[in-house]
């Protein structure tokens, strides 16, 4: 936990409105999971932000998301089914466009004529 984080949790009285950031250590997420949050219709940000402009967030609201028991499973789950989802089809593409060789066999290179053996020199074969 960073120092500005620290000092912000102990903070007595909170702002009214929060920043992502500031969201994301009341609720005891990390700050990349808010836009998570926010996309599966789990946390609201006040007003009608921009897509790509600063979102703020009622303290008073968050205060009783974090008191819910049932949204935080909610939440907690979501972030793990983003994950899951988003790995999943990493793995599952990695095999399909992956122009790399899958072997690679290495193959001395033969050294000048009248040059010493170079046991060091190596090329790539195909």
């Known amino acids: 936990m960073n120092s500005q984080q620290q000092q912000f949790l102990n903070l007595k009285t909170h702002p009214a409105r929060l920043k992502a950031e500031e ?7 990390s700050q990349h999971e808010i836009p998570i949050l926010v996309a599966e219709g789990l946390l609201k940000p006040l ?24 949204w935080l499973a909610r939440a907690s789950d979501s972030i793990v089914n983003y994950w899951r989802t988003r790995n999943g089809n990493k793995t599952a593409h990695r095999g399909d ?9 290495f193959k001395p290179l033969a050294p000048p004529a009248g040059a010493p053996p170079a046991r060091h020199l190596i090329a790539v074969v195909e």
């Open 23 to 29: 969201a994301a250590w009341f609720l005891g997420f």
């Open 47 to 70: 007003g009608r932000p921009p897509e790509t402009g600063v979102k703020y967030f009622s303290t008073t609201a968050l205060e009783e998301l974090r008191r819910d028991v049932k």
């Open 97 to 105: 466009h992956h122009d790399a060789p899958h072997e690679v066999n």
